[in-house]
């Protein structure tokens, strides 16, 4: 897979697909490109850019703090190293709060937001847990893991979403244990044109468990074809 240089940073990344717009799909903590490989080919007449985000899968890092606006700014620099002027982003997870961010700071590169079990804050229990797992990161010496836990363990984006514009979909499995149905109510009454959908049963990983989770965004999506 191809690498380019953006905001500093070497990000692999791929693009593929055909048509006119572009959907930006970026994945959650832990993860890398490849967790899109089964899920990108349902979005038929769009071309895909999946990547892996900073210190995730082949991207690369630099020592320090990273944080929602970091991963934002790179995702900014990418897409115009690339020439991608405006795309919808599809996030998961972090990946989810990495696309408001990116909607909030960068409302111009945004037509659209599809957000998989994700949430706008992070509540005090959560939070303990993620600083919990930097610590184990960083006792391991995996400095990147552990920048990137305490990144998710504090941010709260309920005010700045309101200012936010874009079409957006919500989707959540009921039986999430992560991102629990409850946030996802919140961004929908915070984000003025969103449309929320909640699948009975389904857990965190709500694209590969529930395959109408990913049908109900093809639907969604005809209104930018």
């Known amino acids: 897979m191809p690498f380019i240089t953006a905001n500093g940073i070497s990000h692999q990344y791929e693009l593929r697909g055909e048509g006119t717009k572009t959907i930006v799909f970026v994945h959650g903590i832990?993860?890398?490109?490849?967790?899109?490989?089964?899920?990108?080919?349902?979005?038929?007449?769009?071309?895909?850019?999946?990547?892996?985000?900073?210190?995730?899968?082949?991207?690369?890092?630099?020592?320090?703090?990273?944080?929602?606006?970091?991963?934002?700014?790179?995702?900014?620099?990418?897409?115009?190293?690339?020439?991608?002027?405006?795309?919808?982003?599809?996030?998961?997870?972090?990946?989810?709060?990495?696309?408001?961010?990116?909607?909030?700071?960068?409302?111009?590169?945004v037509e659209g937001m599809i957000l998989f079990s994700t949430s706008s804050r992070v509540g005090g229990a959560l939070a303990a847990g993620w600083l919990k797992k930097a610590e184990e990161?960083?006792?391991?010496?995996?400095?990147?893991?552990?920048?990137?836990?305490?990144?998710?363990?504090?941010?709260?984006?309920?005010?700045?979403?309101?200012?936010?514009?874009?079409?957006?979909?919500?989707?959540?499995?009921s039986a999430d244990p992560q991102t629990p149905p409850g946030g996802s109510v919140i961004m929908s009454r915070l984000i003025a044109n969103s449309e929320l959908e909640i699948f009975p049963g389904i857990g965190h990983g709500i694209y590969k468990e529930e395959p109408k989770s990913v049908e109900r965004a093809v639907r969604w999506l005809e209104r930018f074809q």
């Open 30 to 109: 832990g993860s890398r490109l490849e967790t899109w490989a089964e899920t990108t080919p349902a979005f038929k007449g769009f071309r895909h850019l999946v990547y892996s985000v900073r210190g995730m899968g082949e991207s690369s890092s630099e020592p320090g703090p990273v944080s929602l606006a970091t991963w934002a700014k790179d995702l900014d620099a990418l897409m115009e190293a690339l020439g991608i002027p405006r795309a919808i982003i599809a996030g998961h997870s972090m990946g989810g709060a990495i696309t408001q961010r990116f909607a909030i700071d960068f409302p111009h590169r």
């Open 137 to 173: 990161f960083e006792a391991a010496g995996n400095g990147p893991m552990a920048a990137t836990n305490r990144a998710v363990a504090a941010y709260r984006m309920d005010e700045e979403l309101k200012k936010v514009t874009a079409p957006t979909l919500i989707l959540v499995g």
